[in-house]
């Protein structure tokens, strides 16, 4: 960075930082936003899958439900590792939420988080079965890929760096889930997979946030953010779309 330069220009400019001592006050509060999101999603997100292990209908699918546990939990500690290099407490930080608190099965929050944590709206709800534990991974996995790589992208590069690491493991999550769907389509009642992809659709599709955020701006400004919410849950409904149209199935209406 040029001696002239403010951090604010030399960010706008696409200038990366690299340790917390030179993180201006508003950054690192959007940083540790982003982290805590994404920390408290992947914590609340296994809290709530891992009830659905003993739940797989053979001894391969509770294995594939038992990694995905154990490497969802593995990438939020990767982050929370980051967190704790900024002062976040992180033996108390696991401790301290309620991650298997959900919301009844007809709440409907929209995009609004939780009163104990930053997690997604979408880990509010709870798993009905197999079935629709599948299809929910399936479709938040999609969404997950399109905003991680978003997130290899933000201009804390430790931070970056890490989501790019995280990025292929949760693709294999994905691909699981996709797997898992392909056998059910064949043996389950279809019509009990759609209603899950109903159920499911507009909870996952909240999780890009609000459309006219007007925050959008700064956070390009600061090199936090690329994509606007818009653009990438338009992705995600093509690529989420023609992932269930293999199955037979079709997005909610």
Known sequence: MADDMSIESYLAAGGVLTSPSNTPPRYRAELMKIMAIFVDSELAGTA????????GPGVRDRMAAAQIVLEKTANANRVLELMGEFGANTERYVSHHPWTTRLPRDADIGQQRSDHDMRLSVFNYPLHGWADAVVMNLLMGLAAAVQLEELSHVSYQPLAEVF??????????????DKGLALLSEHDDRAALQHSVNYWWPRVAASFGDESSQKFEGLKAMGLRKTSNAAQKTRWQDEASAALKKHGLKPAQ
Not at 48 to 55: L, S, T
Not at 166 to 177: C, K, Q, S, Y
């Open 164 to 177: 790019r690491t995280i990025a292929p493991i949760e693709d294999t999550h994905t691909e699981l889930a």
């Open 48 to 55: 709530g899958f891992a009830e659905m292990i003993n739940a």
